[in-house]
């Protein structure tokens, strides 16, 4: 499967942007992630959305840069990137579905958000900061639902991890 990019740029208007973290929502727009999401600058989406109408209430929150994941198929789907990367401040930010389409990626990174597994989790190694929000779709198994949120001021940036719903 060739991997397509897709790059956007951002600026908070405060000092400090907050940036929700979703994924494998697999067509399910909880109330309580949507409450989450609430005053975020941005929403990163990262993948197994499912359906359009998941990203249309995402964006009547905030701007929403998301990816396709496994289970995103159809025409509307054929527009979304396997691959994204945001800037935000002095953070660049790759996105991608799977922890396993990573790869060798060229540009330099300080964070990459994935989904798929369902299992939240945040984990530094070599100076990359890996945060993977869980799902906030149907539960699998006895995995909490669940979503995060990226702080971000300058060239700092802060992960945290929600639980939704035990």
């Not at 992630?33 to 005053?39: C, D, K, P, S």
């Amino acid at each position: 499967m060739a991997a397509s990019s897709s790059a956007a740029s951002f600026s908070a208007s405060s000092k400090v942007a907050r940036i929700g973290l979703i994924s494998d929502t697999h067509n399910l727009v909880r109330p309580e992630a949507l409450r989450h999401l609430i005053g975020c600058d941005a929403i990163i989406h990262a993948g197994d959305i499912c359906e359009p109408a998941v990203l249309d209430a995402l964006r009547d929150i905030a701007p929403v840069t998301a990816v396709r994941g496994n289970n995103d198929f159809g025409p509307w789907a054929d527009g979304l990137p396997t691959h994204a990367t945001l800037t935000v401040h002095d953070i660049t930010i790759l996105v991608v579905h799977d922890i396993a389409d990573v790869g060798a990626r060229r540009e330099p990174v300080r964070v990459v958000v994935t989904g798929h597994s369902h299992q939240p989790r945040i984990d530094e190694r070599d100076g990359v900061l890996f945060v993977n929000p869980g799902s906030a779709g149907p539960r699998r198994f006895k995995l909490p639902i669940s979503a995060g949120l990226l702080l971000i001021d300058g060239a700092q940036v802060h992960a945290t991890l929600h639980t939704l719903i035990a």
